[in-house]
């Protein structure tokens, strides 16, 4: 298992323990910081996302592809609002946790959106934070092929072209003109939503710097008078992250100045 599927698991597990439902993606904040930053504050924010991503599905929809649908929590509740999913993710540890929570009401695709190869076209393609991965124009050739009327997209794009490379593919001008150029879809709503994001950060620092920093330390010192030897090789192996534990991110000051959170509607010409 990956770095980064650890995490995800990790974050999906927490937000299951608080709230119930095992998001893993940002939360929604349309109020600012809240006044308590805890875990809980953090499920609900997601949860605020996840509902501001259903009210921007356009009526008559039935028929919804989930790209990038990771733990599953998305597509479980949209299959619970009446909607007939289809799910893909490259990940196969994420996708057995979201068949867990589907029950084989949904098809979970091992798969990567590029290798997405099939004749079926839904009402809706659905992008929640799994956009960025996608080279964009791959993406649009897909999606010419795969929407038969809408694409709704809630991530985050660049700023600057010169940083795309190895990272986010596009920036959010760069798609807006190769939409423009393609000529299969017209925007319908483009909306910044970044600084309705960036409190998902604040918390996390928060959790980070008064909760997990203290908690790993007070652990490094009980295993250290405890168990000397395996605490030497604990520090060998693991010091240098562990002491990052407890240091804030500082992505509530990065994040805007080099990325911006948006929520696209398209509709097909």
Not at 49 to 57: A, H, K, M, P, Q
Not at 90 to 116: C, I, Q, T
Not at 214 to 236: D, H, M, V
């Amino acid at each position: 298992m990956s770095t980064k599927e650890i995490r995800l698991d990790l974050e999906a597990t927490l937000t299951q323990a608080v709230y119930g439902h095992g998001h893993a993606h940002y939360g929604y904040w349309p109020d600012g910081v809240p006044q308590v930053l805890s875990l809980q504050s953090l499920g609900q924010a997601q949860q605020a996302y996840f509902d501001l991503l259903v009210s921007r599905i356009p009526k008559g929809t039935r028929t919804i592809l989930d790209v990038g649908s990771g733990t599953g929590a998305n597509a479980l509740g949209l299959t619970e609002k009446g909607y007939a999913l289809e799910c893909l993710c490259p990940s196969e540890h994420l996708n057995a946790l979201a068949r867990g929570k589907l029950r084989g009401d949904v098809l979970v695709h091992d798969l990567k959106f590029e290798d997405y190869d099939t004749e079926r076209t839904f009402d809706l393609c659905m992008f929640a934070e799994s956009f960025h991965y996608i080279d964009l124009a791959q993406a649009l050739a897909k999606l010419a092929r795969h929407a038969d009327r809408h694409v709704l997209i809630f991530d985050y794009f660049r700023k600057d072209a010169a940083e795309a490379e190895g990272g986010t593919r596009g920036t959010h001008a760069e798609f807006r003109r190769m939409v423009e150029d393609q000529g299969v879809f017209e925007v319908l709503g483009d909306e910044d939503l970044t600084q309705a994001i960036l409190p998902t950060f604040v918390v996390l620092d928060h959790m980070r710097t008064n909760l997990f920093g203290p908690f790993a330390q007070r652990a490094r010192a009980a295993l250290g008078k405890a168990y000397p030897i395996r605490a030497k090789l604990a520090e060998w192996l693991l010091g240098r992250k562990l002491d990052k534990i407890g240091r804030p991110g500082g992505r509530a000051e990065s994040f805007p100045e080099r990325l911006e959170y948006r929520l696209i509607l398209m509709r097909r010409i």
